[in-house]
């Protein structure tokens, strides 16, 4: 049941990239574009998707636990670290320079378009290094699956 | 490139919302990209297969929608295949450094009113749009 349900919920969430536009870079960096001719969708996507997730979750926390899983892995974290600043301002270059971020980059590769699977390529890459740079940091104490599991999303 | 449609933009956006609803009330996951992408590749055993299930209906969400007359657009990619390589390594790296994406701090956390989301968001939109600035505005490219 848990591959059944991710399944499709990578469809609807698919869906609503594909429905709202943000699967092409141009309106992504039409939205950053803010001293040029500003295109207001990605806004309204955020408001669409803001209002349903904050109302669902608030929904979901009522139940004691998730449907068919144990319980709900919600992140727990609530320090400002310098990581987090760091790799946010890195991950927002990459985004202005191309447009893309990681779920319309994994979603365009439908298209089977050359320069679309060189940067799902590149980003994996940089995936991969980042996965070997903190194993190899000397606070790495939390092993890759605490990692994983106190990443925020 | 389609004009700006609020409609379909809210309507996409609470159809991305309901898929983040539903991957935490279903299996208790939060729906970030780079998260569930990052485990995916991780060489340590375990919660791989939600995670693969998530990224192939993700993949496979343009087949679905081209079926019912919407299909994907090519997208708009930049010129430069340094550009395309410096963008993407820097997606992968900086998103997974950071915690998580547009989507595990822009939606889920945002909703959720995190702190450290909300920090995220507003750095690397911040930091996108000087880039797009540069870019457009100064560089002329």
């Known amino acids: 049941m848990q591959v059944l349900a991710s399944l499709l919920c990578g469809l609807v969430f698919g869906a609503g990239l594909l429905i709202s536009g943000m699967t092409q870079p141009a309106k992504v960096l039409g939205f950053l574009d803010v001293l040029g001719r500003w295109d207001p969708t990605l806004a309204f996507v955020m408001a669409g998707a803001l209002a349903v997730s904050a109302a669902g979750f608030a929904l979901a926390r009522r139940r004691g636990a998730p449907l068919f899983a144990a319980q709900y892995l919600w992140p727990t974290r609530t320090d400002i670290d310098r990581p987090l600043v760091v790799g946010s301002l890195l991950f927002g270059v990459g985004w202005g320079l191309a447009g893309l971020c990681p779920g319309p980059a994994l979603e365009n590769l439908a298209s089977l378009s050359p320069r679309v699977v060189g940067f799902v390529l590149a980003m994996i890459a940089g995936m991969v290094a980042e996965a070997w740079w903190r194993s190899r940091a000397p606070s790495a104490a939390a092993n890759e699956d605490a990692a994983v599991a106190g990443s925020d999303g | ?141």
């Open chain 2, 1 to 141: 490139m389609a004009a700006f449609d609020p409609v379909s933009a809210l309507l996409g956006g609470c159809l991305i919302g309901l898929a983040s609803v539903l991957l935490m009330a279903l299996i208790g996951r939060i729906a970030g990209i780079s998260g569930i992408l990052g485990g995916a590749l991780s060489l340590a055993a375990g919660d791989k297969a939600w995670r693969l299930a998530f990224l192939a209906g993700l993949i496979g969400a343009p087949l679905a929608m081209a079926l019912i007359g919407r299909p994907l657009h090519e997208a708009q990619m930049p010129a430069s295949w340094l550009v395309i390589v410096a963008s993407g390594l820097l997606v992968g790296f900086g998103a997974r450094l950071g915690g998580g994406c547009t989507s595990g701090h822009g939606v889920c956390g945002m909703a959720r009113l995190s702190a450290r989301s909300i920090v995220a968001t507003v750095v690397f939109m911040a930091s996108a749009a000087v880039v797009v600035a540069i870019v457009r505005h100064v560089t002329g490219g």
